[in-house]
C-alpha cells in the first residue's frame, strides 16, 4: 500500500486556494500511484485559523468547498482533508478537528480530533470539542488508524509526565489498527524535530505497526512549520521523509519499507537559518508585500536579518537603511555599506543629526532644569523609526525590526523606535544564537556574508559617546543563560543562584524582564524558533508585582 503525505503550506483562510493546493498535490499522488492521500491539520483552512473559527460562514464556506473538491478528485486516490467540523450536539464546544475522507467524488467519513491543546501557542478547548469514540478507516483491506496531532504526544512510555489521561494511539491499536495515521500542524522549534522523531518511532515500534505523520510547513503569523513529513516501520526505522522547511509530496509505501537513515542537517544554527528565512519569505507573501525595508547600524543584529531577508525575498527587494547620528563611528557606516555590498541590496543613507537637534530645540524649554538621560537616547531611536516608517508608507514595503530576543527579555529596545515595523524578523534568537547563526552563514558560504568587524567588535547601540551594551547588560553569554533558564525552563531566582550566578545580577535581570513586559506587549510579531517565545504563547500580566 502506498499513502501519500501532502506536505502542503496553506494560508490561513484562503479555503479556495488551500483547496487547489490539495487539488494539485493529490494529482501528484495519484501519479505517483498512491492508494491514500492525506494532508495536514486543518489544511483546508490552514492552521491557526484562531477567530475566525468563531464565524459559522467561514465554517461553511470550508465545507462547500470541501463537496466540490471531493468531486474534483473523484477519479483519484481516495484523500483525507483536515477542516473543523460543526458539532451537531447542543452540547460542548461547537466544532471538532477534524479530517474528512473523500471517495468517489463524495465526502464519505469524517474522523476527529481527540486531545485538544492549550499550552504554549494553543488554544483549541476555546473551539473545538474532544472526540472520545476510536476511528478506523479501511483502505484495500488495510486498517487505518486515523489520529490528529496532538493524539500521538501522549505516550505512557515516552513522556516522564503526561499531559492527558486518554491515549488515543493505544486505543487504536486495541481496536485492530494495523497503521496509524497522524494528520499535524507542528510549529517549528530548535531541535524538536529530533524528539519527533524519537517519539514516532518509539510508538511504532512499541506497538508494532507502521505509523505515518504528515506535517504542515511554511510560516504563519508567528509560527513557522517545518515539515519534515515521516513514515517507520513497525520496527520503529524511518522509511520515508518529507523536505524540511519546504513543500512536498511523500509517498511511503508500506511494501517496502528499507531503513532510509536518520535526518540530515539537524545542526542549530541551520535549522534557525531555514525557518526565519521560511517565517519571512511567507510572512511578506501572504502579506502582500513584495520588499522590505530596515535599519542598518552596522550591528550584528541587523546584518542578520538583513541577510535572511536578502534570501527571503531576494537582493534587490531589500532596502537597508543608515541613520548616522553624531555618535555614530565611521566604522559602523563602513561596516554597514560592506554588509550591503555583500548581499547586493539597495541602500539609503538619511543622517539625523538635524533632526535631533529640531527635536532637542523643540523641546528645550519643556526638559529646563533636568540632566541628559535616557530620554535624549530614545528620541534618537525614534527619529530613526519615523524615517523607517515613512519609508515603508512611501513604498509599500514591510518593515522588519531588528531586535534580537536578549534585549527583548530585558527591555533594551526602544518602543516607537527600533521596535517599530511589522515583522521582528530575530526576536526570539537570543544574543550569543544571532553571533551562532552569523558565524554559521559565513563558513557556509564560504565568503565573509556579516563583515568581520561586525563579528568582533563589542556590541554597542551608539546613543551616545563610546557606549557599550555591557555598560547596562551583563555580559550576554551569562544574561543568554539567565533567560534561558527563566523564561524556557521555568527556573526560579533562588534555583538560577543556586546553579552559580551572581545573586544581583539574577535579581536584576528577572527584575528587568519583568518591568518590560508592557514593551513585549507593543512589540511586532515575532517569529518563533525557541520552545517559548514572546509571541502567542506568552501570556503574562503587565499591572502586576511577582517574584519567581
Not at 521596535?419 to 554559521?440: E, F
Given at each position: ?242 523536505a524540511a522547511f519546504a513543500t512536498d509530496v511523500v509517498i511511503a509505501d508500506l511494501a517496502h519499507t528499507a531503513n532510509i537513515g536518520p535526518p540530515s542537517d539537524l545542526v542549530a544554527e ?279
Open positions: 500500500m502506498k499513502i501519500a503525505l501532502l506536505q502542503l503550506n496553506p494560508i490561513v483562510g484562503d479555503i479556495p486556494g488551500n483547496a487547489r493546493l490539495i487539488a494539485e498535490a493529490a494529482r501528484q499522488a495519484k501519479a505517483a500511484g498512491a492508494d491514500l492521500a492525506v494532508t495536514p491539520e486543518l489544511a483546508l483552512v490552514g492552521y491557526l485559523p484562531r477567530d475566525l473559527l468563531l464565524s459559522e460562514a467561514f465554517v461553511s464556506r470550508s465545507w462547500q468547498e470541501l463537496e466540490q473538491l471531493a468531486r474534483e478528485l473523484a477519479d483519484g486516490p481516495p484523500t483525507l482533508v483536515g477542516l473543523p467540523e460543526p458539532n451537531p450536539s447542543d452540547e460542548g464546544r461547537p466544532l471538532f478537528n477534524s479530517a474528512a475522507l473523500l471517495r468517489g467524488g463524495r465526502v464519505e467519513q469524517r474522523f476527529r480530533k481527540a486531545l485538544l491543546p492549550t499550552y504554549d501557542v494553543f488554544d483549541e478547548d476555546r473551539y473545538f470539542e474532544p472526540y472520545q469514540a476510536v476511528q478506523i478507516l479501511d483502505v484495500s483491506g488495510v486498517r487505518l488508524g486515523i489520529s490528529i496531532c496532538e493524539d500521538v504526544w501522549n505516550d505512557r512510555d515516552f513522556w516522564k509526565r503526561r499531559r492527558y489521561h486518554r491515549d488515543p494511539v493505544s486505543e487504536l491499536v486495541q481496536a485492530g489498527a494495523t497503521v496509524i495515521l497522524n494528520l499535524s500542524a507542528s510549529p517549528f522549534s530548535v531541535g524538536k524535530h529530533r524528539l519527533r522523531e524519537s517519539m514516532l518511532a518509539s510508538m511504532a515500534r512499541k506497538y508494532g505497526v507502521p505509523l505515518l505523520y504528515v506535517n504542515q510547513c511554511g510560516g504563519n503569523d508567528d509560527l513557522v512549520f517545518d515539515g519534515r513529513s515521516c513514515a517507520f516501520n513497525a520496527e520503529g526505522a524511518p522509511i520515508a521523509r518529507g541551520s535549522e534557525v537559518w531555514r525557518a526565519l528565512v521560511l517565517g519571512t519569505r511567507d510572512y511578506a507573501r501572504k502579506c502582500g508585500f513584495g520588499s522590505v525595508v530596515l535599519g542598518l547600524s552596522g550591528g550584528i543584529d541587523s546584518a542578520l536579518t538583513a541577510a535572511i531577508a536578502a534570501d527571503a525575498l531576494g537582493p534587490a527587494n531589500v532596502l537597508g537603511v543608515l541613520m548616522p547620528s553624531p555618535y555614530s563611528s565611521r566604522g559602523s557606516i563602513d561596516d554597514s555599506l560592506a554588509l550591503a555590498s555583500n548581499l547586493g541590496i539597495q541602500t539609503l543613507t538619511l543622517p539625523i543629526a538635524s533632526a535631533m537637534q529640531a527635536m532637542e530645540g523643540t523641546l528645550a524649554d519643556a526638559f529646563a532644569g533636568t540632566e541628559r538621560d535616557v530620554t535624549e537616547e530614545n528620541i534618537q531611536a525614534r527619529i530613526r523609526g519615523n524615517l523607517l516608517m515613512a519609508l515603508s508608507n512611501k513604498r509599500g514595503a514591510l518593515l522588519l525590526t531588528t531586535g534580537n530576543k536578549s534585549e527583548l527579555a530585558v527591555g533594551y529596545c526602544t518602543l516607537y523606535g527600533d521596535m517599530s515595523g511589522g515583522l521582528a524578523v530575530i526576536a526570539d534568537v537570543p544574543k550569543t544564537m544571532v553571533y551562532r547563526v552569523a558565524r554559521w552563514l559565513n563558513h557556509r558560504e564560504e565568503r565573509e556574508v556579516i563583515p568581520e568587524p561586525v563579528l568582533t567588535k563589542a556590541p554597542s547601540a551608539e546613543l551616545r559617546p563610546n557606549q557599550t551594551d555591557q555598560d547596562s547588560l551583563p555580559p550576554y553569554d551569562v544574561l543568554d543563560d539567565i533567560l534561558q533558564r527563566y523564561i524556557e525552563r521555568h527556573e526560579s531566582a533562588a534555583t538560577i543562584i543556586a546553579a552559580g550566578f551572581d545573586a544581583a545580577t539574577v535579581t536584576r535581570v528577572l527584575r528587568l524582564v519583568r518591568i518590560a513586559e508592557f514593551k513585549r506587549k507593543q512589540a511586532a510579531p515575532g517569529l518563533k524558533v525557541t520552545d517559548r517565545a514572546f509571541g502567542t504563547g506568552w501570556r503574562m500580566p503587565i499591572a502586576a508585582r511577582y517574584e519567581l
